[in-house]
């Protein structure tokens, strides 16, 4: 429970730093003459230089643990952070943000591992737990954003240069945490590789499939998450005319639902099942993301919480889903799917970027309200979790934390 208490709040660290990068769009925008279509290539170089090393990370960690790996990760996030709060020109910005991407690429796969390992076999509250971090890191960000950066500039990004430095300080205790879980490390390594030797694993066009479906609804969630996470506040201010501040403050109350939802279905799906929890989550937010653009302001924030909480519940789902899928692989499986989380995430906001410069942001919204229809798709999702691996690798996870009781 320490490990990953403390895994937690390195994610918490790490996800603060990378939600500042939206948070000060109405500041660059402004202070650059930005374009929407520019506001979304930051947060495409962000999310592209964050998702395409990622799964390459997972894949040589699989072979070969790499627990300090995470220390040069946010290093990376240290010098793209410094950078940032001193760029003075587009390309400048679009560098450091690209330096901040590539540390979260190397902290996640091996941080994921990690979790799992010391989750005693409760998979969705470890992951929860190590997710709701991230999540209320990100929802700090705007927060912090509208007392801090707003009123004191670009430059005081610097000052956040002070949360890696604590990050690292912890990722060094993690990782020194590492020789104490290398035996259930090698104890669940056996049990698998005598569960293949006695019964199958999911055959290769199960797990395509589950893959295949499981990337479409992670697509689905996260273009519709991204629509707040990078457009919410010039949402806000075009249509009900709030100021900066308030559109950061609504913008966290969206983000810190969202730590609340992603915590609640980690734990939800440990009780109630994966393919559940995936239904509800992809699928249930539909009838609210429908009203959400005739609301007024004060339904759009009773909405929009709604929404988050909802919404949010999919990603320990989905990511437990497929690392049960392919279970031998969980450094690749927590790489490739946060990858996808932030390429996906850079796709959506270019894509949102140069419609809301051609259609305007408010029918940007209108379209986007329809995204949770794709959770149609989780019918097609091959049901693995009463399968005997799945049952073999839960009480693989808990035997180590027997033995050590």
């Not at 943000?97 to 591992?113: C, K, M, N, Q």
């Not at 954003?145 to 205790?173: D, E, R, Y």
Request: aromatic letters at 10%.
């Amino acid at each position: 429970m320490a490990v990953l208490v403390v895994l937690g709040l390195t994610h918490l660290l790490n996800d603060l730093i990378q939600s500042l990068i939206p948070a000060v769009y109405p500041i660059i925008k402004d202070a650059y003459a930005l374009d929407f279509v520019q506001i979304g290539m930051i947060t495409f170089t962000f999310q592209i230089a964050g998702s395409l090393l990622q799964p390459v990370v997972g894949l040589v960690t699989d072979r070969r643990p790499m627990p300090y790996s995470t220390i040069i990760g946010m290093g990376f996030t240290l010098v793209g952070l410094a950078s940032l709060g001193f760029a003075s020109s587009y390309g400048f910005i679009l560098l450091s943000v690209a330096l901040i991407g590539i540390g979260s690429a190397i902290f996640h796969p091996e941080a994921t591992r990690m979790a799992r390992h010391a989750s005693g076999g409760r998979q969705g509250l470890a992951q929860g737990l190590f997710q709701v971090g991230g999540q209320a890191g990100g929802a700090l960000g705007p927060l912090l954003a509208a007392f801090i950066i707003v009123p004191h500039g670009q430059t005081s990004l610097a000052w956040f240069t002070l949360a890696a430095l604590l990050a690292m300080v912890l990722m060094l205790w993690t990782a020194g945490q590492h020789g104490i879980i290398r035996k259930h490390i090698a104890a669940l390594k056996t049990a698998l590789a005598g569960g293949v030797a006695n019964s199958r694993l999911h055959s290769r066009t199960t797990v395509l499939i589950g893959l295949a479906v499981l990337t479409v609804l992670m697509f689905s969630k996260v273009a519709y998450t991204e629509s707040f996470r990078s457009f919410y506040t010039f949402y806000l201010i075009e249509r009900f005319g709030v100021s900066i501040p308030v559109s950061q403050v609504m913008l966290f109350v969206f983000l810190l639902a969202q730590a609340v939802g992603v915590l609640i279905g980690g734990i939800a799906g440990d009780r109630i099942g994966r393919y559940r929890i995936i239904w509800i989550s992809v699928l249930g937010p539909l009838p609210l993301t429908l009203l959400l653009p005739y609301a007024d302001f004060f339904w759009t924030g009773v909405l929009t919480v709604a929404i988050s909480l909802i919404i949010a519940s999919a990603f320990a789902s989905i990511l437990i889903y497929a690392i049960e899928l392919v279970p031998e692989r969980v450094g690749l499986i927590g790489g490739l799917f946060y990858g996808l989380n932030f390429g996906l995430a850079g796709i959506a906001a270019a894509i949102l970027g140069g419609l809301a410069d051609s259609i305007g942001i408010e029918n940007v919204y209108q379209l986007c309200a329809f995204l949770p229809l794709a959770g149609l798709l989780t019918w097609f999702l091959p049901r693995i979790e009463d399968g005997p691996v799945a049952g073999r690798l839960a009480a693989t996870d808990a035997e180590p934390r027997k033995a050590a009781v």
